[in-house]
């Protein structure tokens, strides 16, 4: 079950922080097809936020074709957006997250790792394919130079 979390100093829409969050346990294999959606009323007790929005937010997940509302049942997820390489005990993800240990480690805040993993795929994506064919496309462990 997904659990909303609201800011309200994002600068982004509380609807689209939704649509975000749905999206994102989709990908990630936490919410899969056949998984019913908080009730409007659930989410509104739990996060304080206008019915309308959450409606909104919903509304948009459908308009994507993510989710489907069954009148007296409630809103259910219609597709999946996971892919094996970001499972929970895929390798790749069990590498990041011991590369995001290693951020926090020196004292970098949330914000500052998400900066450094932002420009990284900003940098990522503005390079050239390598060898293997594409960019992260292998299985090869930088040496510790390369990760500080």
Same mark, same amino acid.
């Given at each position: 079950m997904i659990e909303f979390q609201v800011d309200r100093h994002s600068g982004v829409a509380t609807y689209l922080q939704l649509v $975000? +969050?749905?999206? +994102? !346990?989709?990908r990630l294999g936490v919410l899969e097809p056949g998984d019913r959606l908080p009730t409007a009323r659930a989410v509104v007790e739990a996060t304080a936020i206008n019915p309308n929005t959450v409606l909104k937010a919903y509304r948009e997940l459908e308009r994507e074709g993510l989710v489907e509302p069954r009148p007296g049942q409630g809103t259910f997820v219609t597709r999946s957006?996971? #892919? @094996? &390489? %970001? *499972?929970?005990?895929? @390798?790749?993800r069990a590498d990041l997250v011991g590369r995001v240990s290693l951020a926090h480690a020196p004292g970098l805040l949330r914000e500052d790792v998400q900066a450094l993993v &932002? *420009? %990284?795929? !900003? &940098? %990522? *994506? !503005? #390079? @050239? =394919?390598? =060898? %293997? $064919?594409s960019a992260g496309a292998g299985t090869q462990r930088p040496s510790r130079e390369d990760t500080t």
């Open positions: $975000g +969050q749905v999206k +994102q !346990a989709l957006l996971s #892919r @094996p &390489e %970001a *499972a929970a005990d895929s @390798p790749l &932002e *420009a %990284a795929l !900003a &940098e %990522a *994506a !503005a #390079r @050239p =394919p390598g =060898p %293997a $064919g």
